[in-house]
């Protein structure tokens, strides 16, 4: 057996002995990163730094300002929590349950505490910090999964226990933070004294678990969107009263034969909000604007036909306005910072044709509205006259209806401005949230592959662009919304799992978005999956997986 291996780094040839640990290599060459070391990715495999070397190959080292890197540290960082939360309260049996994203934090509460005090905060910061100062190692241990849920049963984790019901494999990889065990879904810091970077705030009855953003040597300011939390909460309490809060507890109500019964309730709980958004609508004669926008895969198309088809029964009549139609000829569309075109920049709109327009319509003119001709690139003119009525109003659809500069000239009584987004409302288990932005990459892989022939690997690769413009263009304006509205269905992962999962397996090993691919199968692999007799033509999931009645 070879005593040593060869290592390419940095464009480096490097020599090592065999089982050298990741973490002496990382410690060796951190001088030349600005944010700190937390993962290397080892021969395309994401790998912690408790790694050792056995092969020769390429390494490169991820950050905490990189998006795994930041997966990593706040899963360490929730452990720590626990371990911390633990000591303090050594035979209470407290447990933390994080609940799911708000901003650059976690909405977190604990577990048989109506509400949690600064005390309490003070006593757990503290402790947290101490555990951080004492740098302790994050050890991964394999263990029967049997055993490791007869660990999880003891500790009243039922909802790890359900998740873990359900796994295949014989052997599971759990975490030990001096002596917590828990298990996590993805990879975790090597030691804890890497973790300091954090802050807990009080928050309603629980606390929010605030982490850096931008600048990972710094914790982002705490200013929480108090409207995306109550459409949060309110999607979380009418989860709990389905008993589906969990991954697992899905997957027991499909075992259990109510696949039909869960399709049918959410469906009629979408059906209802969207009533009621519909009712406040027509109840003001002021409204003459609906201004609709949200983050990619939202599924702003089918929620668009059936607001409008709700309005139409209480005798409004809707028209759409798509704000693409308002697109500058793409030889005019200003450039990014990469000196790519921008499609995703307000710049590209013509700001002022459009308030020119909406107002003469509200000034009961006849108007000539443009359509955008995407194959050509240009704007044009075909015959769609518009003169808007007592009972008609306009339904308007694109990224930046919610910002102000869109519609600056038209009077506020008579916008109605709704927020929509995909805000998963499962969680994997009490300490591991479901991302948001995943539920809306797995319909996004699903949609293009069917109406688009784009694969996988393209739709993660240009996800992270993607992302990037929500996170200037759409996120920033979400509290200016009138009415917010959570389109995900409880089910829908079951359901996308059949349809994801082929496209995600055909991407190479020795790609780029291979890791991104792996991680996202890991996430599917959770979910049994359903079939989709039973789903409508109008649910918004048919957006993505096909068989709408809408023009989708």
């Not at 019964?261 to 109840?283: C, D, F, H, T, V």
């Not at 927020?419 to 998963?424: F, G, K, N, Q």
Request: aromatic share 10%.
């Amino acid at each position: 057996m070879a005593e040593n291996v060869r290592i390419k780094l940095n464009d480096n040839e490097i020599i090592m002995p065999v089982g050298t640990v990741l973490k002496t290599l990382a410690e060796k060459y951190q001088k030349d990163y600005s944010d700190e070391i937390i993962l290397a990715v080892y021969n395309n495999k994401l790998r912690e730094l408790n790694t050792r070397l056995v092969d020769d190959g390429e390494i490169s080292f991820v950050t905490v300002a990189e998006k795994n890197g930041k997966r990593a540290y706040r899963r360490s960082i929730i452990l720590l929590m626990e371990r911390a939360l633990e000591n303090i309260y050594l035979n209470e049996h407290l447990d933390i349950l994080v609940k799911y994203s708000l901003g650059a934090g976690y909405f977190c509460k604990i577990k048989g505490v109506d509400e949690v005090s600064e005390d309490l905060l003070e006593k757990l910061d503290f402790e947290m910090r101490q555990i951080i100062e004492q740098d302790v190692d994050i050890d991964k241990l394999t263990m029967k999964t049997d055993r490791a849920v007869n660990i999880f049963a003891n500790k009243g984790l039922d909802d790890k226990c359900k998740l873990l019901k359900y796994r295949t494999s014989s052997n599971i990889n759990i975490y030990d933070l001096d002596g917590y065990k828990d298990y996590y879904y993805g990879y975790m810091a090597p030691s804890t004294g890497m973790l300091g970077v954090f802050e807990l705030h009080k928050f309603e009855d629980g606390f929010v678990l605030q982490f850096a953003d931008k600048d990972s040597k710094k914790v982002a300011e705490f200013d929480p969107a108090k409207k995306l939390f109550n459409i949060l909460k309110a999607s979380d309490e009418w989860g709990q009263s389905m008993d589906i809060p969990t991954v697992g507890a899905l997957n027991d109500a499909v075992c259990a034969g109510k696949t039909r019964e869960i399709i049918l309730s959410q469906e009629a709980y979408m059906e209802r909000r969207i009533g009621a958004l519909a009712e406040k609508i027509a109840a003001d004669s002021n409204i003459k604007f609906v201004m609709i926008a949200g983050p990619s895969s939202s599924g702003k198309t089918t929620f668009s036909h059936r607001l409008s088809a709700q309005l139409n029964a209480l005798g409004v009549n809707p028209h759409p306005v798509p704000l693409d139609d308002y697109y500058l000829d793409r030889e005019l569309i200003p450039l990014d910072e990469f000196g790519e075109k921008d499609f995703e920049t307000i710049e590209g709109l013509d700001i002022e044709l459009f308030n020119s327009d909406m107002m003469k319509l509200l000034n009961c003119e006849r108007v000539l509205l443009p359509s955008f001709n995407f194959k050509t690139g240009k704007r044009e003119y075909r015959d769609h006259w518009m003169q808007l009525g007592k009972n008609d109003i306009l339904v308007i659809e694109g990224i930046h209806g919610l910002n102000e500069r869109m519609s600056h000239s038209l009077p506020k009584e008579n916008k109605f401005k709704i927020y929509i987004s995909a805000l998963t409302q499962l969680s994997i288990d009490e300490h591991n949230p479901l991302p948001t932005s995943d539920g809306r990459l797995i319909r996004r892989i699903v949609r293009d592959a069917r109406t688009r022939a784009t694969s996988a690997r393209e739709t993660i690769a240009m996800w992270d662009s993607v992302r990037r413009g929500e996170e200037k263009y759409i996120f920033p304006f979400q509290e200016e919304a009138d009415e917010m509205f959570n389109s995900a269905l409880v089910y829908e992962m079951a359901v996308l799992k059949t349809y994801a999962e082929p496209q995600l397996f055909a991407i190479p090993k020795d790609c780029p978005e291979y890791l991104e691919a792996k991680r996202l199968l890991k996430m599917l692999d959770y979910f049994l999956g359903i079939p989709t007799d039973d789903i409508g033509n109008n649910s918004l999931i048919r957006e993505f997986i096909g068989g709408s009645c809408f023009n989708v």
